[in-house]
Each structure stands twice: as structure tokens, then as C-alpha cells.
């Protein structure tokens, strides 16, 4: 099991529904979200781009905040989620300053907070609240070591981006461009 | 070609616009384990060669100062957590990948050392001192005897310490201007040039004063090095480290990183201290005084202006 996010740039036009969920669902502190939505424009009139990303934890395989997590408060389980044990989690920052894609925060309560691809949904068989949302449905969710599902589909035919790749992270969230 | 970036819902504290996670205490707290580092390194080696007799300071005075710096830094890492009722959760589980795991289990072990050696030269220190039990006597007579084994403990923990002050930083790949070899060896020099500094605050004797401050010498001239090499390897780095390297290349830091830091806090005060070895009468405590601003301004230029720097995507 490997799960991963596939999110089609092409399709998606930036309504921020998948943040407004992920806070309902998630009880995310106000002022706070666990994703966030990207425009990127580039060119100059009268050739210009824009592209709309809706970003969050990339549930990296080599995760550099589970590196230098001092207690193992951030740690990978089954499917390769990344998740915090609040309980374990000292509040040093380690793990913000770690992330290239800056997808941490310290919870008001102290604890570090961040995406979970919505773990406890999964457990039931459910789809992350952002993708269950999408009313462009540009976002979709799966196992990457299942070769006939939706997500290993798209990443065969289409193509495809993950962000900072550069800084060997590994992320498992791809982006269809 | 012109590129423009919204990001819509999101201004989290701390994290928007940019990082803001470690502050001043951080710097504080490098600054305070990169000096303590020095002192013991420093006071290992004078008894391990059994030169005692002649750096009094650097085994007596300078030492007190050390478990009041480590002290003093471990309430200060301590006061930026933001889950201080799990602090505990450091000593239950040693990660090797993480240097603050680590590094905190070093802190844990030296800080007792160094009790234990002040514990050790008290009544040398304070001769109308009495421990009244004879318990504590027995103690000390135990760590008097026990002084080379506890110089032999504390002179390869005192380096790990020093270095992991910088390997701390270089650990975040995700942060370009931390991110370099040369940052761990950069701050274990400058420790030790912090270290000698404060000995030679407090050192009374004219031998040990022009010991230290000889090696001194050394020191700032090999961190002068280490410095330029590390901008050398950003100059020749990735566009992620060119960025870096223009914070204090033209960038808001560059008063605080070479006027405070590179001229006032190593080439001046190595100046002083040559012109006083060359026989010029020059109160050792001003290149001491410098040297100590410099090494706290260095350690919170890279603190603050690390966290500026990001991965471009």
C-alpha cells in the first residue's frame, strides 16, 4: 500500500472548497489550514499562464521532518502517511524548519499540526474530505502500488510534476499538468 | 518573464510570509553551548596534559562559568518549545538521524560533567567554603581524585557538543543557507574562540593569558577561513543558494554579518590581540568583549536569516 495524491492542475479552478472541508473536517484552529491554494502566474501580457495548485503535506517517502523529529512524535505509518503523536510532540520546530513546502504549524495547543491525508477517513474507506469535496473533482486519491488504480492510471498516460524535487524528499502528491 | 505567486487561505502565524519558528533564544542557546563547548574543551586539555598549574583560569574560573552557560541555554531552548509539558518525551528514545536527539542526550551527560568538575576545584575556588557533611567531602575527594577521567569524558563530548551547535542547522535541507558541510566544524571554531575568550576575561596570569590568547589567534584566523569557504560554496551553488547568499550579500543582513560579525567580532579583535602579543600594552577585554558579541550577532544572523531562505517552486 502507497498512497498518493494526483491533482489536475488542469481541471482545478482555485475555489478553495478542499480548504474549507479539510478545516471543517480536521477542526483546524481558525487562522490556520492543513492545504492552501497556489496561483502561479507567469509571462507577461498578452502571454500569460496561470496555473491553480491546491498544496499541502506531500507525505514525502524520505521524509526530512521524520528525520530530525527529536522523539519520534513524527512518524510514517501504513500507506506511507506522515502523522504527529501530539502526546510525543516537544513543540521544538524541528519539523517546520525541515519541510521544503513549509506544510507544518504549531497548533495553538502547542503541538505540531499538518495534513494527515485524512487518516481517520481512510481507516473507514473513505476519501480525504478535500477530495470528497472537489466540485471540479480535479483531485483524486489511491494506491500507487495497485497498477489498475485511478491514480497509477493517470500517472501512466498524463503529464506530471511533484514540487522541489530537487530537495530529495520524495513527495507522493503529483500534480497533472 | 515576470512570475507572480498568490497563495490564497493561508497567513499562519510564524510560518506566512516566512518562517519564524526559532527565535532569539536559539541563538542564545548556540551561542551559550558553543562557548561552554570551548571552555571544556579547553580545561580537557589542559589536564589531560597536566598543564593545571599553569591555565588556573581555564580549570577554575572559566569552568564555573560553563554549567551556568549550559544552564542558562537549556532554559532558553526550553522557553521556545511550544509543548514544554512533553519535554521529557527528548529522554525517553535516542533517534541518531536527528541532531537535536542526540545532541540533548550530550547536553544531558555534560552539563552533569561540568557540575561535578566545579564540584571538584569548589574549595579550591573558595577556601573559607566548608561542606559541613562529611558525605560531600567524600564525594570530593572522590571527583578530585577522578579529574583526568572526567577530562578524558568531557574533551570528545565538549567537541560533539560544539559541533552539533552547527549540524543542528545544517541538518534542514530545506533550509539553503544552513544547509552545508562546513557549518558543524564553523561553530565548533567558533565556540572555541568564545571559550578562550572568557578565559581570557577571567585568567589573572600573564603565561596563560598569552597561551590562550596565541591559540586564540589561530582560531579566528581559521574561522576567517571556514567563513570564506562557506560563501565560496554557496557562490558556487544552486539558485536556492545564490538566495541565500544575497541575504547577507547586499541583502538585510549584510551590516549585521560583516560589519558586527566579520570586522568587529574576528578582524578586529584579531588585530588587537596580535598587536598585543607583538608587546603593545591593549586591555585583553576588549578583543574578548568583541569576540563574544561576535559570536552571539553570527549565531543570530544564521538563526534568522536561515529561516528566510526556502526551496523555489
Known sequence: ?177 | MKEEIFISGRNIPNIDPSLEVWHFPISLYLFLGGLAAGIMVFAALVTILKKEKQFQATVKQAMLVVPIALSVGLAALFYDLTHKLYVWRLYTTIRIESPMSWGAWVLLIITFISIFWVFSYFTEMFPKWDWKYDFIKKWEAFFIKNRKPMALAMLPLAIILGVYTGILLSAFNARPLWNNAILGPLFLVSGLSTGAAVILLLSKHHYEQSMISKIDLFLIILEIFLIIHMLMGMYAGSEVQLEALNLIFGGPYTVMFFVFVVILGLIFPALLEGVELMGYKIPIAIPAILILMGGLVFRMVMVEAGQITRYLY
Open chain 1, 1 to 177: 500500500m502507497r498512497y498518493a495524491m494526483v491533482i489536475d492542475t488542469l481541471k482545478c479552478v482555485g475555489c478553495s472548497d478542499c480548504v474549507v472541508a479539510c478545516q471543517t473536517e480536521n477542526n483546524v484552529p481558525e487562522g490556520y489550514c492543513r492545504d492552501w491554494v497556489t496561483e502561479t502566474v507567469t509571462g507577461a501580457y498578452p502571454t500569460v499562464e496561470l496555473e491553480l495548485k491546491s498544496e499541502r503535506c506531500n507525505h514525502c517517502d524520505n521524509a526530512p521532518c521524520v528525520r530530525t523529529c527529536p522523539t519520534g512524535a513524527s512518524h510514517i505509518v501504513e500507506g506511507g502517511v506522515v502523522l504527529v503523536t501530539p502526546d510525543e510532540c516537544i513543540g521544538c520546530g524541528a519539523c517546520i524548519e525541515s519541510c521544503p513546502y513549509d506544510a507544518r504549524f504549531q497548533h495553538p495547543e502547542g503541538y505540531v499540526d499538518k495534513c494527515t491525508f485524512c487518516h481517520h477517513r481512510l481507516e473507514k474507506g473513505q476519501l480525504p474530505a478535500c477530495v470528497s469535496v472537489c466540485p471540479t473533482k480535479c483531485m483524486y486519491f489511491g494506491d500507487l502500488d495497485d497498477p489498475k488504480s485511478e491514480v497509477s492510471q493517470l500517472l501512466k498516460t498524463r503529464t506530471q510534476k511533484v514540487l522541489a524535487p530537487e530537495s530529495g524528499t520524495k513527495p507522493n502528491v503529483y500534480y497533472l499538468t
